[in-house]
């Protein structure tokens, strides 16, 4: 097999142009001097317009969510996707992206028959994101299992509930329904994806925010996780060398990878490969750690909202993963309002004091 490079990315991408599929020139990215600015965003459904009122009272107006194409053909794709961003901007909110897979997709993080179908449902996704002006997919390649946590009821400060992720406990439950499955495997998965997506990706100018594995740890129960160093998410983005190939920047998982995350943020940002921060915290490392509350963990939080910043950063970041606070479902699991109230007061006040632009 040719040594994954630009030169060979090129000519695989000027004989799919020669057939008319795509424009074989590689566009430059041109970042605006100074600053970057931050779209504080919130994870929003249209089935929980609950949370509406209370982002637009916090000053959040840009949502991520999730893609409507699970259940209807692609020749329908591209009106829901104009439907989704017209019904958000009706409730006063941007889309800066969509968050999880656009369409059903295991069978190409697992390499099954069925991959290819599932390649030409996401390549007519971007398409349809594109056209409704939706340019950001946050996805990952996390086969079988996707997050995982072993425990959601760790006490966190003032009995606030939080989760936790124990390597010990996770190798009790034993391999899942798919067995083992190799790191080689899952980087030839990927690799077949990066090939067939990326070109349609950077046609349309959908920008693919690849998040690290959570738990960054590799295998869990029998299943290899890749994207679990910032050297391996260096090797995707060498795969297909693309302004459109790069990263959700997770920074717990990339703590809990052992990086230095201040550095690795300045050097991923100012490279223009961060497409979507997830700003949050945990204590530990990666075999046994649990979430926290942004301003109650180890990382200085102050400092990468600058990096961010500073570095060039343009785009969403949405607090994540925040505890579950006393009256809440305690099935919110991390997704509870309260926390991410908190978060946001927390965010705001921070830039406000460093003059870190936002909106």
């Given at each position: 097999?040719?040594?994954?490079?630009?030169r060979?990315?090129?000519?695989?991408?000027?004989?799919?142009a020669?057939?008319?599929?795509?424009?074989?020139?590689?566009p430059?990215?041109?970042y605006?001097p100074?600053?970057?600015?931050?779209q504080?965003?919130?994870?929003?459904?249209?089935q929980?317009p609950?949370?509406?009122k209370?982002?637009?009272?916090?000053?959040?107006?840009?949502a991520i969510t999730?893609?409507?194409?699970?259940?209807?053909?692609r020749d329908?794709?591209?009106a829901?996707?104009?439907?989704?961003?017209?019904?958000f901007?009706?409730?006063?909110?941007?889309?800066?992206g969509?968050?999880?897979?656009?369409?059903?997709?295991?069978?190409?993080?697992?390499?099954?028959?069925?991959r290819?179908?599932?390649?030409?449902?996401?390549?007519a996704?971007i398409?349809?994101?594109?056209?409704?002006?939706?340019?950001?997919?946050c996805?990952?390649?996390?086969?079988?299992?996707?997050?995982?946590?072993?425990?959601?009821?760790?006490?966190?400060?003032?009995?606030?509930?939080?989760?936790?992720?124990?390597?010990?406990?996770?190798?009790?439950?034993g391999?899942?329904?798919?067995?083992?499955?190799?790191e080689?495997q899952?980087?030839?998965?990927?690799?077949?994806?990066?090939?067939?997506?990326?070109?349609?990706a950077?046609?349309?100018?959908?920008?693919?925010?690849?998040?690290?594995?959570?738990?960054?740890?590799?295998p869990?129960?029998?299943?290899?996780?890749?994207l679990?160093?910032?050297?391996n998410?260096?090797?995707?983005?060498s795969?297909?060398?693309s302004?459109?190939?790069?990263?959700?920047?997770?920074?717990?998982?990339?703590?809990?990878?052992g990086?230095?995350?201040?550095e690795?943020?300045?050097?991923?940002?100012?490279?223009?490969?961060?497409f979507?921060v997830?700003?949050?915290?945990?204590?530990?490392?990666?075999d046994?750690?649990h979430e926290?509350?942004?301003d109650?963990?180890?990382?200085?939080m102050p400092?990468?909202?600058?990096?961010?910043s500073?570095?060039g950063?343009?785009?969403?970041?949405?607090?994540?993963h925040?505890?579950?606070?006393?009256?809440?479902?305690?099935?919110?699991?991390?997704y509870?309002?309260q926390?991410?109230?908190?978060?946001?007061?927390?965010?705001i006040?921070?830039?406000d004091?460093?003059?870190?632009?936002?909106?």
């Amino acid at each position: 097999m040719e040594p994954y490079s630009r030169r060979s990315w090129l000519r695989k991408n000027l004989a799919l142009a020669v057939i008319g599929t795509i424009n074989p020139v590689i566009p430059k990215i041109n970042y605006p001097p100074g600053q970057g600015k931050l779209q504080l965003s919130m994870h929003l459904s249209l089935q929980n317009p609950e949370r509406f009122k209370i982002c637009r009272q916090l000053g959040v107006t840009h949502a991520i969510t999730g893609a409507p194409f699970g259940q209807i053909g692609r020749d329908q794709y591209e009106a829901a996707a104009k439907k989704l961003m017209d019904d958000f901007a009706e409730a006063g909110f941007t889309i800066a992206g969509i968050e999880g897979h656009p369409v059903p997709f295991e069978n190409i993080k697992l390499g099954l028959d069925g991959r290819d179908e599932e390649i030409r449902n996401t390549n007519a996704a971007i398409e349809a994101l594109s056209k409704a002006g939706i340019n950001m997919i946050c996805y990952n390649f996390m086969a079988g299992l996707g997050w995982y946590r072993t425990k959601f009821d760790i006490p966190e400060r003032g009995g606030a509930l939080t989760s936790e992720f124990s390597m010990e406990d996770a190798n009790k439950q034993g391999l899942t329904q798919w067995g083992e499955i190799s790191e080689e495997q899952m980087w030839e998965n990927l690799t077949y994806f990066l090939e067939r997506v990326i070109p349609v990706a950077e046609k349309f100018n959908v920008r693919m925010a690849a998040h690290p594995d959570d738990p960054p740890i590799s295998p869990l129960r029998g299943i290899g996780r890749i994207l679990t160093s910032a050297d391996n998410f260096r090797r995707l983005m060498s795969i297909a060398p693309s302004p459109v190939n790069g990263i959700t920047f997770c920074q717990a998982n990339f703590r809990a990878m052992g990086e230095d995350i201040y550095e690795l943020a300045r050097e991923f940002c100012e490279q223009g490969k961060v497409f979507f921060v997830h700003f949050r915290d945990i204590e530990g490392t990666a075999d046994r750690f649990h979430e926290t509350f942004h301003d109650n963990g180890p990382t200085d939080m102050p400092r990468m909202l600058e990096i961010y910043s500073r570095a060039g950063f343009n785009g969403p970041i949405r607090p994540d993963h925040a505890p579950t606070l006393s009256g809440e479902d305690e099935q919110s699991r991390g997704y509870g309002m309260q926390g991410k109230v908190f978060a946001f007061g927390y965010m705001i006040g921070i830039m406000d004091a460093l003059n870190i632009p936002y909106e």
